[in-house]
């Protein structure tokens, strides 16, 4: 039986909001199963918890932002996506400010908290949301079009293609495919950082965006060039990096997906209108679980080995 997977230990950790600028402790804790992951607010009194759902999702300008009872909880999508790469079904996440702290701006501070913490099969098995018919959202015409698909497929599969018409992104590969049947979660996806404009610094601080980015926890560039002294850790990095925001926010449906995602420019909102238009249609999916037959190859790996999406 494949089975569910929680943390064994509380682990601890501090930063500061990327957009908040807002300095935030973070405390990860087991859960029981069945729980799923559940970011509580713990600044509050009493706290609020706030389960991590595609319907909980508010805004998403820059980041997805869970809303419940007025509290929020934003810039989830890099935990989630270290919670994906990892398996960990059920999770407490205890924060003290509204925004999850950005780190070094990819999700490898968390995969490595989670694995400080130590990964520990549950008894109870694994349940998935397999995608049966394709489902798709698209917004804009011409060459603004943006689009977003799930398709059936025994695995989870990611292709995303980006477009930025800028020297420094141009430059690199801009369409990327991971298949985590195959492919290392940790060693191909968890270290690309985000990244950002600097033309664009002003307006983002001006709508209360961005007010703790650094060249520290994101990739910074002018018109012309990238500004980090050290450059790119993949020669690809910003495409991996919307693969790994797409992982996060696609882990938001509340299960791992059998599914193919294809996206041509996508972002949050469009995954999270994805997510939406996915169960809206329940003749779209099912939830399956793997306690007889063999599980697909992205999610066969036992505790102990690396797991497979690691």
Not at 1 to 30: A, F, N, W
Not at 111 to 136: H, M, N, S, T, Y
């Amino acid at each position: 039986m494949l089975k569910q997977r929680t943390i064994q230990q509380v682990v601890k950790t501090v930063g500061v909001g990327l957009h908040s600028g807002t300095k935030v402790q973070l405390t990860l804790r087991p859960a029981a199963v069945d729980t799923g992951i559940i970011f509580r607010r713990v600044d509050i009194d009493p706290p609020v918890e706030l389960p991590a759902s595609a319907t909980s999702v508010g805004d998403t300008r820059m980041a997805s932002t869970l809303d419940r009872h007025g509290a929020k909880v934003s810039t989830v999508e890099h935990l989630m996506s270290a919670c994906a790469g990892l398996g960990v079904d059920n999770l407490y996440v205890d924060v003290t400010a509204e925004e999850i702290p950005i780190m070094d701006g990819s999700a490898s501070s968390f995969v490595f908290l989670l694995q400080q913490a130590g990964l520990q099969e549950q008894d109870a098995a694994k349940r998935f949301i397999r995608v049966k018919k394709p489902v798709e959202i698209r917004e804009g015409k011409g060459a603004n079009e943006k689009w977003a698909r799930l398709e059936p497929y025994d695995g989870f599969r990611l292709d995303f293609f980006i477009e930025f018409n800028h020297p420094a992104v141009d430059a690199t590969g801009q369409v990327a495919t991971v298949d985590f049947s195959t492919d290392s979660y940790i060693k191909e996806i968890a270290r690309a950082r985000t990244f950002g404009f600097m033309q664009d610094v002003e307006t983002l601080r001006g709508m209360g965006l961005a007010r703790g980015g650094s060249l520290e926890n994101a990739i910074v560039m002018d018109e012309y060039r990238i500004l980090n002294p050290d450059g790119l850790r993949y020669e690809n990095e910003f495409v991996r990096h919307k693969i790994l925001d797409a992982i996060g926010d696609l882990y938001l449906v509340g299960h791992p997906l059998l599914a193919s995602y294809v996206a041509h420019k996508s972002g949050h909102t469009l995954n999270n209108l994805l997510l939406r238009a996915l169960l809206d249609q329940p003749e779209s999916y099912e939830i399956v679980t793997f306690e007889a037959e063999a599980a697909p190859r992205s999610y066969a790996a036992p505790v102990g080995a690396e797991w497979a999406l690691a």
